[in-house]
């Protein structure tokens, strides 16, 4: 099963995706996540294990007790496209390893730009998040507006590159927020259900809970269903202090 999860991509938003780069324990060795978090808290070798009952009875009371070290173990390596306000909210998760795109390196494309679909409502009780939806007209014109100042915003940046301008500095032309980048990130299990945690609850801004979501239901689920599953009934319901 974890054999196919290696280089699968995910496709998110208009243009976004995730893909799984890397896994360890890697699935050529043999040995599920689960296993090598049951074997790391027995001190043990690759490969031992007590029994299916056994093993996945430690692993649960190892989560249900916050014994989390061993869930270190294991490690997941994505490769993510998404817009740079995404970016700002996942880079601040400092236990994840990142190595981002430069765009004083290399050029953006024309369609590197994020298009949501609707435009989301100010909570009136949350000056941080969003609910409800503009009415479809409005909704229709603001996007109207959107493309344009996109297509002008990248048309300038162009003529600057034509001119012979830096790439580092050609590129205060584009819109910041919503502009793609594409970043590698490695994680380990532990931290990586934190991240879920937070990152999949709903009053979490959307253009990250998706990516969130789709690690959660397209990667940690398939790569390490007993964690998973210890995961939702001790932490998923757990209430965040």
Do not use: C
């Amino acid at each position: 099963m974890t054999n196919d999860l290696i280089n699968k991509r995910v496709p998110l938003l208009d243009k976004g995706w995730i893909e799984l780069v890397d896994l360890l324990p890697h699935p050529s060795t043999g040995v599920s996540g689960d296993l090598a978090i049951v074997n790391a808290a027995r001190v043990s070798f690759l490969g031992e294990s007590k029994g299916t009952e056994a093993d996945k009875k430690l692993l649960f009371y190892l989560l249900r007790n916050v014994h989390t070290s061993p869930f270190e173990m294991v490690e997941f390596k994505f490769r993510i496209h998404a817009p740079l306000v995404t970016w700002w909210q996942w880079v601040r998760h400092r236990t994840w390893s990142f190595n981002a795109q430069s765009g004083r390196y290399s050029p953006f494309e024309e369609t590197d730009f994020y298009i949501p679909e609707v435009w989301r409502l100010q909570a009136k009780d949350n000056k941080q998040a969003s609910e409800g939806e503009l009415s479809p007209e409005k909704n229709e014109a603001l996007l109207a507006k959107l493309y344009r100042h996109y297509e002008q915003s990248f048309a300038l940046y162009e003529e600057a590159l034509q001119a012979g301008v830096a790439k580092e500095m050609a590129r205060y032309f584009l819109p910041g927020f919503n502009v793609y980048y594409t970043w590698i990130g490695k994680v380990d299990a532990h931290n990586l259900m934190h991240f879920l945690r937070l990152r999949m609850a709903s009053d979490a801004q959307y253009e990250i809970r998706v990516y969130a979501q789709a690690i959660y239901e397209h990667f940690f689920k398939p790569a390490l269903p007993w964690t998973a599953e210890a995961f939702e009934l001790y932490v998923l319901k757990t209430p965040q202090s």
